[in-house]
């Protein structure tokens, strides 16, 4: 019984630990729900599919599900067919190709265009994410620009920002700006305001305690912002990164869909869908969530070190 | 009127307020003029650029509101935003007209409303087609499908655990992209543009409301459950309204991505009406101001249903710190 006593809470838990984490924990029921997914969507095949012709003179139920799951332009393919089409369009096929101006990325291969929309995402990001740091700090140091910006950054956001992407697109291209900084200027202003929004938050967060302990300092405006504001806006500041990083992507595919642009996500989404290539579509998509899961896991790995290099605890 | 001249301290910053914004009305008004008679660049511009001075040494008395009678300070919340709109608008109007952009990189403000009044029969036919047909149903099947979501994620801690984390994983996928699926399902009309809707506002309003439901004090509960309240009475007079903040922030989100949904999967197919449609249409045919007024409208009915949402919340939430002024 003493012995019992003796030890922490911790450690008597120990060692039921792990069975405990699987049964409080979030991966069993995530598991047993993405396996019910995946079985409703393989039972969703046949019903989905039947009236394709392919179809029409399979008999059986097991044939007729056989069939349906290996159906060339299906309505609805199922999740190994995707998983084939993505190994076969990245792995499978040569990610650079020889011609007359030497080694260029093949189009054929997914992975070029994944880059394609990837780099468009990260340029439009860096920008977006700069405008809106500036601008936030613009809004708390100067107080008419307060009263007179926030309204419409506020009210902006019920516009649907994505509706003016083909004029960028169409405008920028009718000066000559074409390829990758249209896409990069839509994917800017979306991020950027997440970011204003979260960081005039983040700044102005400092207490009036923590103010004037600056002022008892001495500190000057500078001092201010650099020891107190800026620190005090991190957790903020990266809470939008991960909001402006997936809507970047967004704006990045949707930037690629009006001009019929010849490379990335959004191209593949388009050209699948004037063909009927479901299978390309789906795989283009999956690329896509691959891609946003990747980017949100980089800025939490950032914010990660970040808060630990301040100091923060778990 | 007498609080302005109620003091000799008082009278000068009102007076330095009305004479700016005379001053910038003045400069911005012969600007306009001197524009659209086509007189040269630089005049034209630094007539603008006096009355965007004007404007701003206005804004700035105006938000510092030291020595200003009550009636405008009181006024400046909504002055102070709507000047710096107009001028922004003024701004842009001068440079495209004093400058001679051309109209397809972008086309004057003053262009854009004419065409807007010009056709507004086939935008008001937009409009029903992608804000009446698809947003609107769409937004309120895909939050009334959340919320029931949430609710048996409420009964089950099994469910809401499973999909919680699921569900904040599909919120940062580029989830628009499904929209030529949806098509391909349910056919070119506004069915599957309402579904793209439904798809895109169902994981807000369930993660915002399982967050909801959550947020009742665990004193409150006790006390319904010492007056012996069935989970039906606590949630109706207990855990809903205090969900009510989440539930209408997730509205506020959905409104906004409602109509992002809907013009955007029109860009996939559409027949031949819709905001999506006309914009992705009229880009093609190099006639941006009919596009412009396309966005117009559709800025409009964003902020009118983000405003309603607002108003609402007003009334509904009535209790929470942030309303209590």
Redesign the interface.
């Known amino acids: 019984m003493s012995s019992v006593a003796l030890q922490t809470p911790r450690e008597a838990a120990a060692p039921h630990r792990v069975w405990d984490g699987l049964r409080r ?2 991966l ?3 598991l ?3 396996a019910i997914i995946l079985a409703v969507w393989y039972l969703a095949c046949l019903p ?1 599919n039947r009236d394709l012709p392919q179809l029409a003179r399979v008999e059986g139920l097991a044939n007729r599900y056989e069939a349906a799951w290996s159906l060339e332009r299906p ?1 609805l393919p199922a999740p190994h067919q995707i998983i084939t089409e993505l190994y076969a369009s990245t792995i499978g096929t040569r990610l650079l190709r020889e011609t007359a101006d030497g080694l260029v990325l093949n189009p054929r291969n997914l992975l070029t265009h994944a880059w394609v929309t990837i780099s468009a995402t990260l340029a439009g990001f860096v920008i977006g994410v700069t405008l809106g740091i500036a601008l936030a700090v613009a809004i708390v140091h100067v ?2 620009l ?7 950054i506020v ?1 902006s ?8 992407a ?2 960028i697109i ?2 920028l291209g ?2 000559g700006i074409v390829g990758l900084l249209p896409k990069a200027v839509i994917s800017a202003y979306l991020s950027f305001f997440p970011v204003t929004i979260g960081m005039v938050k983040g700044l102005t967060s400092p207490d009036a305690m923590l103010l004037d302990l600056m002022r008892t300092y001495n500190a000057s405006g500078t001092q201010t912002f650099v020891k107190l504001r800026w620190p005090a806006a991190m957790p903020l500041l990266f809470a939008s990164l ?1 909001v402006s990083i ?1 809507i970047s ?2 704006g990045a ?2 930037g690629e ?2 001009t019929g642009a010849q490379a990335g ?2 191209a593949r ?2 050209s ?2 004037y063909y ?1 290539q ?1 299978v390309q ?2 795989s ?2 999956v690329m ?2 691959i891609l ?2 990747l980017l ?1 896991a980089l800025i939490t790995l950032a914010e990660k070190l970040t808060l630990k290099a301040m100091g923060a605890r778990p | 009127m007498s609080a302005i001249m109620s003091s000799p301290s008082e009278r000068k910053p009102t007076l330095s307020l009305a004479g700016s914004l005379a001053a910038g009305v003045a400069f911005a008004i012969l600007a306009l003029m001197l524009a659209h008679r086509g007189t040269s660049g630089p005049i034209v511009m630094t007539l603008a650029l006096a009355a965007w001075a004007c404007a ?1 040494f206005t ?2 008395i ?3 509101a030291q020595g200003l009678p009550p009636m405008l300070t009181r006024l ?2 909504v002055a ?2 709507l ?3 107009l001028t922004l608008v003024f701004l842009w109007e001068v440079i495209c007209v004093g400058l001679k952009v ?1 109209t ?3 086309p004057a403000p003053s262009l854009i409303l004419s065409r807007l009044f010009a056709s507004l029969p086939v935008l008001g036919a937009d409009f029903v087609q992608t804000f009446v047909r698809a947003a609107l149903p769409g937004w309120l099947i895909g939050s009334a499908a959340g919320f029931l979501v949430a609710l048996a994620c409420d009964r089950s801690d ?9 569900g904040n ?1 599909i ?4 989830i ?6 949806l ?3 349910f056919g070119f009309d506004w069915h599957s543009k309402a579904a793209m809707v439904v798809v895109m506002t169902f994981f807000p309003m369930l993660v915002n409301a399982v967050a909801g439901l959550a947020a009742a004090g665990r004193l409150e509960r006790d006390l319904m459950h010492s007056y012996g309240a069935s989970w039906l009475q606590t949630l109706m007079k207990l855990r809903l309204p205090a969900a009510m903040p989440f539930l209408f922030n997730a509205l506020k989100i959905n ?2 991505l409602a ?2 949904g809907a ?2 999967a029109e ?3 559409t027949p031949t009406l819709g ?2 449609f006309r ?2 249409t009229e ?1 093609g045919r ?1 006639s ?1 101001d009919m ?2 007024a ?2 117009v409208i ?2 409009i009915a ?2 009118a ?3 309603a949402l607002v108003l609402l919340e007003k009334r509904v939430t009535f209790w929470h710190p942030s309303n209590r002024g």
């Open positions: 924990g979030a069993v029921p995530v047993t729900l993405t989905m309505v107080n008419a307060r009263r007179s910006l926030m309204p419409w009210a956001q019920s516009i649907p920002i994505l509706a003016i083909p004029i169409v405008a009718s000066v991960k997936s992507l967004v595919i949707v869909l009006p996500i959004g989404l388009l699948g869908s009927g479901t579509i789906w283009a998509l896509a969530a946003a899961a949100v | 701003w804004n700035v105006w938000s510092r400046a919340a102070v935003p000047l710096f709109g051309p397809v990189l972008l099994f469910l809401r655990r499973g999909l919680i984390p699921i994983f919120s940062a996928l580029p628009i992209g499904i929209a030529p699926i098509v391909m399902w409104a906004s109509l992002i013009i955007v860009f996939f197919g905001m999506g914009i992705s880009v190099m941006l596009v412009w396309t966005i559709a800025a964003g902020s249903f983000f405003g």
